[in-house]
């Protein structure tokens, strides 16, 4: 009679390696998210004083060369050149999901990518429905899509409560899955006219760009004016620029070679996310996050289609969206939820998945480029409807600290030192290597026994 086959385990314990990856790359991200948190903030208090015209000065400032159609504004180079950069790194953070992380197999990847294209679809719906009913501009339906990893994680500092790996690990897979979508949304709707002779230069410098790779070339002195020269490219394309940086992020190799301590993707991820984090995000949120925001402007939040579909998308539609994906996913597949966990913790997650500030506030500006006082409402409801998931999320989070904080103390633990968590002792190599040693010792014990045995028995027949 054979055995019922186990039932996967939804939200399980991490591997040791993947554990250690989780906790660096969001580190950094905590770090850029609290720094893009403080650049919203005085975007708000500079668009919202006696200095908003110094604030306007600035951001409409023109500069760059004028030949190859770059004479941009602050604004611009912040929303198309700065965060190149941001989706540079979300393509390597993508390829490596593909390659080593939660999205190498099928089985694995279904949970934060059904979770993810459930988290997108169900805000799009919430804003279509809203705009519908109330006679607004559809256009805005992708808007509320979008999930800021670094905002949400500098919503947990702020609020001070521990997270265990397993939850933030899929929060993390959950953003990635979302800017890749959030990319392909960029790329398909949101390019009204395309310059063929530029786009087939561009996609000719990234063949350059792959073959380079394939050929193990090095130097960043290639690479750097190479990246720049399909960003400018792409940009004349009509296709937006941060494509370019999305695409050259995927051709990194990031799966490691015999003798190597990290990938080539990796290695650049670890220079680059600095960067991103720390300098281009923050200095697109300063560009872009500064909105007017009056009573009178707070109440038309609430009234208009567009913006309370933007709210009503991000609170309600993401929290329903990634909840209902998770767990559509773990009915289909049979999947048990972490005992450590439950349904509630999931929902916290998912609500917290609301918080869309970079993508958003790009694709707000996309999607009402025509309409800049449009464009400045919508804005402000991504601010709102960010400041609502995140007080939400927040206080269901608190509600459940204390046990996270047990959690995150046994994944921490390390009484004899070595460096290795306890619950992860019997993942250790010494330990499988000293079980081998044993089991091959009573193998070898065992065949004396015999061969004393088969020497005992013959010796009684003669």
């Not at 790779?213 to 620029?241: D, E, F, Q």
């Not at 989070?397 to 390390?414: Q, T």
């Amino acid at each position: 009679m054979t055995e019922p086959r186990r039932r996967s385990v939804l939200l399980g314990r991490l591997s040791l390696p993947e554990r250690t990856f989780v906790a660096d790359a969001l580190r950094a991200e905590t770090v850029g998210g609290v720094l893009l948190l403080i650049a919203a903030v005085v975007a708000l208090i500079w668009a919202n004083t006696p200095l908003h015209e110094s604030y306007e000065t600035v951001r409409e400032f023109h500069f760059g060369p004028a030949s190859p159609g770059l004479n941009l504004s602050v604004q611009h180079w912040a929303a198309d050149g700065l965060l190149a950069v941001f989706f540079f790194v979300a393509g390597i953070e993508l390829k490596r999901e593909l390659v080593a992380g939660e999205l190498r197999t099928p089985s694995a990847a279904a949970l934060p990518v059904i979770a993810a294209v459930c988290g997108m679809a169900v805000p799009a719906l919430v804003y279509t429905v809203v705009n519908a009913v109330g006679g607004g501009a559809l256009n805005g339906w992708a808007v509320p899509t979008a999930t800021d990893i670094a905002f949400a994680l500098a919503v947990l500092a702020v609020i001070g409560t521990s997270l265990p790996s397993a939850l933030r690990a899929f929060l993390l897979t959950l953003a990635v899955v979302d800017d890749l979508f959030a990319i392909l949304i960029i790329a398909v709707f949101f390019t009204s006219s395309i310059d063929f002779v530029a786009l087939g230069a561009a996609a000719l410098g990234l063949l350059v760009f792959w073959l380079l790779l394939r050929k193990g070339v090095r130097g960043w002195y290639i690479y750097v004016p190479l990246a720049l020269v399909n960003w400018g490219l792409m940009y004349n394309s009509g296709v937006h620029a941060t494509i370019a940086g999305v695409t050259m992020g995927l051709m990194l190799r990031c799966h490691r070679r015999d003798g190597e301590q990290h990938s080539p993707g990796e290695h650049i991820e670890h220079l680059v996310r600095p960067v991103s984090a720390g300098l281009a995000v923050p200095l697109f949120a300063l560009f872009s996050a500064g909105v007017a925001v009056s009573g009178g402007a707070l109440t038309d939040v609430f009234s208009q289609p567009e913006t309370l579909g933007v709210v009503l998308g991000l609170v309600a539609g993401k929290a329903v969206g990634v909840f209902g994906g998770t767990w559509i996913a773990a009915r289909f597949t049979r999947a048990e939820l972490n005992p450590d966990l439950k349904w509630p913790d999931v929902l916290a997650v998912a609500s917290l998945a609301g918080i869309g500030f970079t993508v958003s506030l790009l694709i707000g500006e996309l999607a009402f480029t025509e309409n800049t006082v449009l464009a400045d409402e919508v804005k402000a409801a991504v601010l709102i409807g960010s400041l609502i998931a995140a007080v939400l999320s927040g206080i269901l989070l608190k509600l459940r600290n204390n046990k996270y904080r047990v959690m995150c103390e046994d994944e921490e633990r390390d009484e004899d030192g070595d460096g290795i968590p306890d619950i992860y002792e019997q993942d250790k190599p010494e330990y499988h290597l000293r079980m081998a040693e044993i089991l091959e010792r009573k193998a070898g014990e065992h065949r004396r026994l015999a061969e004393l045995a088969r020497g005992g028995s013959a010796r009684g027949g003669d």
